[in-house]
């Protein structure tokens, strides 16, 4: 006679099955609803700071205000400058925590982190 199906084993595994299942909604990758929501607020974030690069690209003066990038998290980092005039004064501890707000490098000399933060804001060109 053929093995025959042990019905406790199943019935075990179906309640096995229906306690993990019940579990799913833990796992962060089942969370789906708020990795979509996330990926939209990067989405949101970096359409804003395609924005502002193009409108700080015209900038020839250093008296026209600079138009604010968001940062990673969706918020204007402290200090922002409001138009060249103020990155030209900045000290090096601005500069570098308006790099470090943008994830931008801060190697090198004053200048080149000043200059390295305006071609990150969209600004073409300047001497600073």
């Known amino acids: 006679m053929a093995r025959q199906p042990n019905v406790q084993n199943i019935a075990n595994a179906f309640q096995t099955l229906a306690t993990e299942i019940a579990s799913l909604p833990n796992l962060p990758?089942?969370?789906?609803?708020?990795?979509?929501?996330?990926l939209q607020q990067i989405?949101?974030?970096?359409?804003?700071?395609?924005?502002?690069?193009?409108?700080?690209?015209?900038?020839?003066?250093?008296?026209?205000?600079?138009?604010p990038l968001l940062t990673d998290t969706g918020v204007i980092p402290p200090n922002f400058?409001?138009?060249?005039e103020d990155i030209k004064n900045a000290r090096?501890?601005?500069?570098?925590?308006?790099?470090?707000?943008?994830?931008?490098?801060?190697a090198g000399n004053l200048e080149t982190r000043k200059k390295r933060l305006a071609k990150y804001l969209g600004i073409r060109l300047v001497s600073l």
């Open 81 to 84: 400058p409001q138009d060249l």
């Open 29 to 38: 990758v089942v969370n789906i609803t708020q990795q979509i929501q996330n």
């Open 43 to 67: 989405m949101v974030n970096q359409e804003q700071r395609t924005q502002a690069r193009i409108s700080n690209s015209t900038i020839r003066d250093d008296h026209v205000n600079i138009e």
């Open 92 to 106: 090096a501890n601005t500069i570098n925590g308006l790099l470090t707000a943008y994830n931008q490098p801060v």
